[in-house]
């Protein structure tokens, strides 16, 4: 087996957490993505006082949970003035982190900087799914440093939650998040505004209508053929050739890869 050698794991980690260097944060291109409607409820998850729970992040490949965790961290330093160097991400599909207990990984990063007693810590582990009893391993996590914040997320959804149930009971706490909805289609494509507006009716309840309902359908139409996954809406080169990536993207490696790995 290949030896990784302590500097390089450290050089890897490094790399993944940019946030590490005063005054940077995520990468840009992921900084201008359009947020999520999901944001919101998946950042106050994080911030919950009290609850010693890991947030186990689940949902069908492509829907952009590793963009919802680089905006979730992005929060983290903007808002709550959290340090980046109390923030540790790490993509368990990385091939230097293989074989590595993510103890490990945690101690390691406890070592890197010397922070005031009691700091609290922020840990994501993206496509936990990889490690063979993930589920042990972060209960483990979780019960060991109570002062961490721990993330997890995985994209065999099914499979994930009924083990997150069955060995995770008072441990982990399950957010789905789902492909985009027409509303979040309508956003991202910069259509919202233009196709629908809320007003109020006589009793003052608040509604939406619009006054281009052929533009609408037209919109709902073109959502229904590849609006679901972020990157059909901002790729030509997706929407151009939507069975190419459906297959290789979806039905390649769910059916061919997760599945039989799991």
């Known amino acids: 087996m290949l030896q990784v050698s302590e500097k390089e794991i450290e050089t890897r980690l490094r790399l993944d957490n940019p946030w590490w260097q005063a005054g940077m944060g995520i990468d840009p291109d992921f900084l201008a993505f359009p947020r999520r409607a999901y944001l919101d409820d998946f950042s106050l998850l994080l911030l919950e006082p009290g609850v010693n729970r890991a947030v186990v992040l689940l949902g069908p490949r492509r829907v952009g949970k590793t963009i919802l965790v680089y905006h979730a961290i992005q929060e983290l330093i903007d808002r709550q003035a959290v340090s980046g160097r109390d923030i540790l991400y790490v993509s368990l599909e990385t091939p230097i982190y293989t074989g590595l207990a993510l103890e490990s990984l945690v101690s390691r990063f406890q070592k890197l ?12 582990f993206d496509e936990i799914q990889y490690l063979k009893g993930w589920e042990v391993h972060l209960k483990s996590l979780v019960d060991t440093f109570r002062g961490i914040r721990f993330v997890a997320t995985g994209s065999a959804a099914a499979a994930l939650k009924a083990k997150s149930v069955e060995s995770g009971a008072g441990r982990f706490t399950e957010f789905l998040l789902p492909p985009l909805t027409f509303a979040e289609y309508l956003r991202f494509i ?13 009793q003052g309840r608040q509604r939406f209508v619009t006054e281009d309902i052929h533009g609408l359908n037209e919109s709902f139409i073109d959502y229904l053929n590849f609006g ?20 290789s993207d979806i039905i390649d490696k769910v059916l061919l890869r997760d599945l039989p790995i799991l």
């Open 190 to 202: 910069d259509q919202e505004s233009q196709l629908i507006r809320q007003v109020a009716d006589e």
């Open 228 to 247: 679901g996954y972020p990157e059909a809406v901002f790729l030509d080169v997706v929407r151009h050739n939507p069975r190419r990536y459906i297959k």
């Open 113 to 124: 900087f010397s922070r005031p007693e009691g700091t609290r810590l922020y840990v994501f």
